[in-house]
């Protein structure tokens, strides 16, 4: 196992906690949050097969889901869950960034939140623990990360962004529209990056992400925001007639 200091070791146990999974293998865990910057043993060959196996497993959980939806609507779900955005959400919970083994460049330039590098650590993660265990484990790594979002979803909304979602989200419990405000960049000219806080006013609940955009930065902190208030303010659906 490669030397880390105390703060990048708790950071290991912390992203170890959140996928529900101990690694038995340290070394396969270092090598899916190592960014080729930092060394010649890096991630890009398991985010190979991270991939295939996020995509299946989420294919599965939608098909259980919904079983009436078409293969097309099943594919527009699918895209929409493991893009870069979603995966650099999902990252972002996990706290990786403070566990990624990046190159000085990468790290002067911010490369711990880059959504690119995000999204491509946990697709890696996926592969290490189906190499440290078996497949069946990634998928339950994978379930457990996306059970929420996929019994949240609603299809009919499955082409719409983030921000359409969450305005409308809000005004269906008759709460004010969020506000989005730029509180930070980071990074040189070449490489800037805005932090975007997303306030949802009387809720109390603000949430902030960082993106090469603001619209990307936006996009990403709009949907912490929507998942937060689909879990505090459910909406009851409406029963079905017998």
């Known amino acids: 196992m490669r030397k880390t200091d105390v703060r990048h070791e708790n950071a290991l146990k912390y992203v170890q906690q959140k996928l529900g999974y101990q690694f038995k293998q ?6 899916a949050l190592t960014h080729r910057s930092y060394s010649a043993l890096h991630n890009e060959r398991f985010e190979f097969v991270g991939d295939s196996i996020l995509n299946y497993s989420v294919a599965k959980m939608l098909f259980n889901a919904f079983p009436r939806l078409t293969e097309g609507e099943l594919s527009r779900m699918r895209a929409n869950l493991v893009n870069q955005e979603t995966l650099a959400q999902i990252a972002a919970e996990l706290k990786i960034g403070d566990a990624l083994l990046l190159g000085t460049g990468e790290l002067k330039s ?5 959504p690119s590098i995000l999204a491509d650590a946990m697709e890696a993660l996926f592969a290490a623990v189906s190499f440290d265990a078996d497949f069946n484990t990634a998928e339950t790594v994978v379930r ?9 979803i ?9 921000k359409t979602r969450l305005q409308e989200a809000l005004q269906a419990r008759h709460m004010p529209l969020p506000k989005y405000r730029i509180v930070d960049q980071i990074g040189d000219v070449h490489d800037l990056q805005f932090v975007v806080q997303c306030d949802l006013g009387e809720t109390g609940f603000q ?12 996009q990403q902190t709009a949907q912490t925001a929507l ?4 879990k505090q303010f459910p909406v009851a659906k409406p029963r079905k007639n017998k």
């Open 207 to 218: 949430t902030e992400a960082a993106g090469h955009s603001r619209r990307e930065a936006e």
């Open 154 to 162: 609603n299809p009919q909304n499955s082409g719409k962004d983030a």
């Open 227 to 230: 998942i937060w208030l689909e």
């Open 144 to 152: 457990h990360l996306y059970a929420d979002r996929i019994r949240n």
């Open 110 to 114: 911010g490369g711990f939140r880059r």
């Open 26 to 31: 340290s070394d396969l865990l270092l090598q």
